[in-house]
């Protein structure tokens, strides 16, 4: 969505795309098995949103004279006509992603000073989940590039990891409980640059805490251990030896296609 997709020299949609795809073509969220079994996502459609969203408003944090202020409902609006135009099966776990680039001014939400955030909406008698990606195309293509998956990575973890911003996993003890939408599993998180596969640059990918390793994770390879879900550390080897690589591998499989 908006108009800051266009500018030659910029990431584009389709650079924002695949810097998405290969992110989820790594074990990226294969730690997520923990938590109740949440398994690798995939893309399963794509789809241009409306070029014209927000409006040049003072900057509600006075940094700079002016931004793109957006309202929630600007951007729920127009997931629905999305929804509307390609329905999702009854049934399916699916997250809708909107990608916010206005050409000229830095990307504000109206109810929060942050790069992203996520949240569900109702829409025809059912609830989405949703996150949000503001990107600043005056920022530096570096910036961008470093910028654009860390917040898809962070809103996507966590809006699999605590779907309504209230009840889900969180930090423990928290680090800082102003408020609990503060203490979900990104939050305060490092995050990591590195190259992907098939990239032309690096990006930024959020880590994530993980109770199993009791520490932040970007996960680049697999762990055995995760991927069956187990909570203790315990010899993986042992899991190897016991099973068998090939039925190793048919047991993740089963757990996360
Ligand atoms: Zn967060």
């Known amino acids: 969505m908006g108009d800051g997709w266009t500018d030659a020299g910029l990431p584009s949609r389709s650079d924002a795309e695949a810097m998405f795809r290969a992110t989820l073509a790594t074990p990226y969220m294969s730690y997520l098995a923990q938590y109740q079994g949440i398994c690798k996502a995939e893309i399963v459609a794509v789809s241009n949103g409306p070029t014209s969203i927000g409006k040049i408003a003072p900057d509600p944090r006075q940094y700079i004279p002016t931004v793109q202020?957006?309202?929630d409902k600007e951007i729920t609006d127009a997931l629905g006509v999305n929804i509307d135009a390609a329905p999702r099966p009854e049934g399916e776990q699916t997250l809708y992603m909107a990608i916010i680039s206005s050409q000229t001014q830095p990307v504000l939400s109206e109810h929060t000073d942050a790069g992203g955030f996520h949240y569900f909406f109702a829409h025809n008698g059912r609830n989405y989940d949703f996150g949000v990606v503001l990107n600043f195309s005056g920022n530096t293509v570096e910036n961008i590039w470093g910028d654009l998956a860390s917040v898809f990575t962070h809103e996507l973890v966590e809006a699999c990891t605590d779907p309504d911003g209230a009840s889900g996993y969180r930090l423990t003890p928290p680090p800082n409980a102003k408020n609990p939408g503060e203490?979900?599993?990104c939050d305060f998180a490092p995050k990591v640059q590195l190259r992907l596969?098939?990239?032309?640059?690096?990006v930024g990918l959020e880590s994530y805490w993980s109770n199993l390793h009791d520490q932040w994770v970007v996960p680049t390879g697999y762990s055995v251990r995760a991927a069956l879900g187990q909570q203790?550390?315990?010899?993986?080897?042992?899991?190897w030896s016991a099973l068998g690589a090939v039925r190793v591998r048919a047991a993740v499989r089963a757990r996360c296609t």
């Open 197 to 202: 596969p098939g990239l032309s640059r690096d």
């Open 69 to 71: 202020l957006i309202s």
């Open 232 to 239: 203790t550390p315990q010899a993986v080897y042992d899991v």
């Open 183 to 185: 203490n979900e599993l």
